[in-house]
């Protein structure tokens, strides 16, 4: 019976089960899995290529117990026989188990590790006058792997074929002629062993493969979901504009902060920051220009913090900083450094000192999320009072021109 013909079957009767089906072989939904569906695939037929051919090593010479039982007299030709198709076999299941060969062409050492089973136990029929016992062997390889090996049904119409062929040979060179009877028992016996065997395989590779496609399926949809949801999740704490963490993001790691350090001695700070003018900013550059104001602001930023702490932005120009750990006088520092840096920065477009930012800086030690924002916001209207300046709760040091004025 054609390997395809079988397939069709197979897949027709299963098509109510299978998830996914063409004429018995396995559908991928997803392109992209195919490879990961055969590399499943063949791992799985070098598991079970092992155990068969475990099982033919240690099984096919105990059987010469057998035939010291059956056929005394030729009980010694054919432990030779079996003596010398243990060589190759052992050889096969050898590169099966520890060879990179074994990875890559499973079936086919397994395939030739029962070959030589099949024609050994042939050339045996052919030699003795109860031919009914080893006709059951030669039935048995056959079984075994439509029923456990796990690969393409054509590796079992492969062996059934070579069991055939060399089968016929035997016969055909046989010393004595073996009766009609003989030949139509044992050719009863290997075409129901074809025939079950190929369709157990068929079936069983159909199921498998569905199966296999059906998880590999599933893995990636599992791990697509999971990347949306890690996306979400970025997302819901991300600004889309800036990159930045979002309000809803700053409110909840300044909770932490704060509570952090109302439970030990470290202190926290945050600086709030607004660009200065930033609606004459759009009307003169348009939003387009505004929002590339805004997301060069938040990229210096970003580069001038340290890896703990939390840059967001909080409003529509109205940015923000969180740094646990640290006092005024670290916050007051980095505030100063941030506006004459974006006070340095000409975007295309723009003039110099065009884009200059107002800050307000609290720290403490115990304060609740609204407190220090309420002090941080009141510093902020102060800085806004002259622009281009950074509100604290310390006095500025006066600038080297501003301690010349007052000397006169």
């Given amino acids: 019976m054609p390997t395809s013909v079988v397939r069709r079957l197979v897949g027709a009767l299963l098509a109510g089960d299978a998830p996914a089906s063409d004429g018995g072989r396995a559908v991928d939904r997803d392109p992209g899995g195919a490879a990961e569906v ?17 099982v033919s090593v240690v099984v096919f010479p105990a059987w010469a117990f057998l035939d010291r039982y059956l056929e005394p007299q030729l009980a010694g030709q054919f432990l030779v026989v079996r003596a010398l198709a243990e060589i190759p076999m052992l050889i096969c299941l050898y590169l099966l188990w ?6 890559r062409r499973p079936e086919q050492l397994t395939l030739v590790i029962l070959v030589f089973v099949q024609l050994s136990i042939c ?19 056959i079984y075994g792997v439509g029923g456990v090996l796990a690969a393409q049904v054509r590796w079992t119409v492969a062996l059934s074929a070579v069991t055939w062929a060399g089968l ?8 004595v002629p073996i009766s009609d009877g003989d ?9 129901t062993a074809t025939v079950v065997a190929t369709v157990t395989h068929a079936v069983r590779h159909t199921l498998g493969a569905n199966e296999l496609s059906t998880r590999v399926h599933l893995l990636r949809e599992r791990e697509r979901t999971r990347l949306l949801l890690d996306r979400l999740e970025r ?31 470290d202190p926290v700070a945050v600086v709030v920051i607004d660009v200065d003018h930033f609606k004459q ?40 900083v969180l740094m646990p750990g640290s006092d005024a006088d670290r916050a007051t520092e980095l505030a100063e450094d941030l506006r004459r840096a974006v006070a340095a920065l000409v975007l295309p477009g723009f003039t110099a000192g065009e884009l200059t930012l107002s800050l307000g ?36 040091p006066r600038a080297p021109h501003e301690t010349a004025d007052a000397g006169r």
């Fill in 38 to 54: 055969a590399a499943q695939q063949l791992r799985r037929a070098r598991a079970s290529g092992i155990v068969v051919g475990l």
């Fill in 98 to 103: 520890r060879s990179p060969l074994g990875h």
């Fill in 183 to 191: 030949v139509a028992a044992i050719a009863f016996w290997l075409a």
């Fill in 281 to 320: 900013v759009n009307d003169r550059h348009g939003h387009a220009g505004g929002d590339a104001a805004l997301r060069e602001v938040a990229r210096l930023l970003i580069r001038r913090v340290r890896s703990g702490d939390l840059v967001a932005r909080i409003g529509g120009d109205e940015l923000a």
């Fill in 123 to 141: 050339w045996m029929v052919a030699q003795v006058e109860e031919t009914e016992s080893y006709a059951s062997g030669l039935s048995l390889a």
């Fill in 235 to 265: 997302l819901s704490h991300e600004d889309p504009l800036t990159g930045l963490a979002n309000r809803r993001r700053w409110d909840a790691e300044l909770e932490a902060a704060c509570d952090a350090a109302g439970a030990g001695s």
């Fill in 168 to 175: 016929g040979a035997a016969i055909a060179f046989a010393p």
């Fill in 361 to 396: 800086v609290a720290a403490g030690t115990g304060l609740g999320p609204a407190e220090l924002m309420s002090r941080a916001d009141e510093r902020l209207y102060a800085a806004k009072a002259t622009r281009n300046a950074v509100g604290t709760p310390l006095p500025r």
